[in-house]
């Protein structure tokens, strides 16, 4: 079966190339490329690019494997001589879908494995998460074809059952993150006022936290408009508990008690909150698929003249923002593993301001005082060739970001992109129907994803009540915050 998925690769070399192009361009030499026109990057932040650049390649790739387009187009490149098939079924669908996420899920695991206990670029196994990119994206393909081997009934299983419990993993985690960031954000703003008394700063919280107040309020009007008719009772319901929700965690943010246990929390959190929760639900509402006669809960289905185009832009704009989340959320790993934010660390020496200030000058000064070291006899003769070997490295690594400690969590960053390949499936996959598709599916349009993201936001909202309110409920556990 895995056999009869590579012919098209034997037989269209193009499409090899092709591959190879576009893995090419998920290495960190190309990211490099990139930000040496836009300036100085990390060695940390090019391999999150190329990361992300897999992730979504791979997104994209299962979204257009949804649909048997891609495998009459294949078999069209082939003059049809070349007839795809997976022994009794269809390399294409709701199995090729999880069958392509769970084998970029499982090279994420595998990574994760293999980096643990990795806490710097000097490390040995540092190589495998920034580099060697050739053989990984090799490997990926190869597991991408190794799992056209596996019986249908194992993705039965795992995308009825594990996939989908991992998928509301990292849903849950992204809800913990965005809460994270509101508090954040109001915190960095205060103390840059309270530091700076800058002016500046003010205006800028007050305007944020004013400015997305109206975006609440405003996509809050156009939801009554538009997708809260007569007969639309869900979307009714949905959007009056959204609004009802953030006006009363706004009044919970300034109230007196939870103002004496957490003088921090105020409107900007609850604000930030608000427009994303807002955001979630309108999304929920207008990709609804709407099953009434004049199309009343949802007028945007009626204008999809251009169906094919909207759909692409649609899920590649999907995809992009699942990327993206992902990276944000796997840096972040919430303290599993990673750097502690705001832990002292003593400076590597050869991160010393002397180093980009003056890194000749600091060489000769090291050269000089190894030179007379062993004149002396205090050292070997061998230790000159060894500070040699170490400039050379200070040179190759100037943009290196993690030499005394890592930006984040090897390990867990990888078990995030597990979650997340496991959440572009379920997306893909659930409630789907291959009988109302054309040559490109949908992506999100189903009464599931709508509720998804309406749960969703409740629940962000339940944690954000929960960070206000558990000050008080656990006084002994938040005694230094």
Known sequence: MGALLSLPLLAVPSL???????????????????CSACG?????????????????????????????????????????????????????GWLAVHRINFALGLFHLMLAGLLLGVNSSKHPRAKIQNGFWGPKIIAWLGLIV???????????????????????LFLILGLILLVDLAHHWAEYCLAQIEDTDSRTWRIILIGSTLGMYLASLAMTIIQYIFFAGSGCSMNQAAITI?????????????????????????????????????????????????????????????????????????????????????????????GLGGS???????????????????????????????????????????????????????????????????????AMFHIVFFLATAWVATLLTMDWDDKKQGDFATVGRTLWASWVKIVSSWVCYGLYTWTLVAPIVLPDRFDGY
């Open 16 to 34: 090899g190339t092709i591959l190879g192009f576009a893995g090419s361009c998920c290495g960190a030499a190309a990211c490099s490329a990139l």
């Open 40 to 92: 100085q990057c990390g060695n940390s932040v090019l391999t999150r690019i190329a990361y992300a650049l897999i992730l979504l390649i791979n997104s994209i790739l299962s979204w257009i494997m949804l649909t048997k387009w891609a495998i009459e187009k294949l078999q069209h490149l082939t003059f049809n001589y070349v007839k795809i098939s997976c022994g009794n079924g269809d390399c294409y």
């Open 146 to 168: 190794l799992t056209f081997f596996i019986p249908d009934e194992f993705f039965v299983f795992w995308g009825n059952y594990i996939s989908f419990i991992c998928a509301m």
């Open 242 to 334: 959204n609004l009802l929700l953030w006006i009363t965690v706004s009044a919970i943010s300034v109230h007196p008690t939870v103002q004496e246990y957490n003088p921090k929390a105020g409107l900007a959190q609850a604000a930030m909150v608000a427009i994303y929760c807002t955001y979630l639900t309108m999304s929920a509402v207008s990709m609804e698929p709407d099953e009434t006669e004049d199309r009343r809960c949802n007028p945007l289905v009626l204008g999809q003249g251009t169906r094919t185009t909207t759909i692409i832009l649609g899920a590649i704009a999907t995809m992009l923002t699942v990327a993206y989340t992902t990276t944000r959320a796997a840096t972040q790993s919430l």
């Open 340 to 410: 502690a934010r705001g832990q002292i660390q003593l400076p590597d020496e050869d991160e010393h301001d002397l180093v980009t200030q003056q890194p000749s000058l600091r060489r000769e000064m090291r050269a000089e005082a190894l030179r007379r070291a062993v004149e002396e006899g205090s050292l070997p003769a061998d230790a000159l060739l060894s500070d040699d070997d170490e400039s050379d490295a200070g040179d190759r690594t100037a943009n290196d970001d993690e030499r005394s400690s890592t930006q984040y969590s090897y």
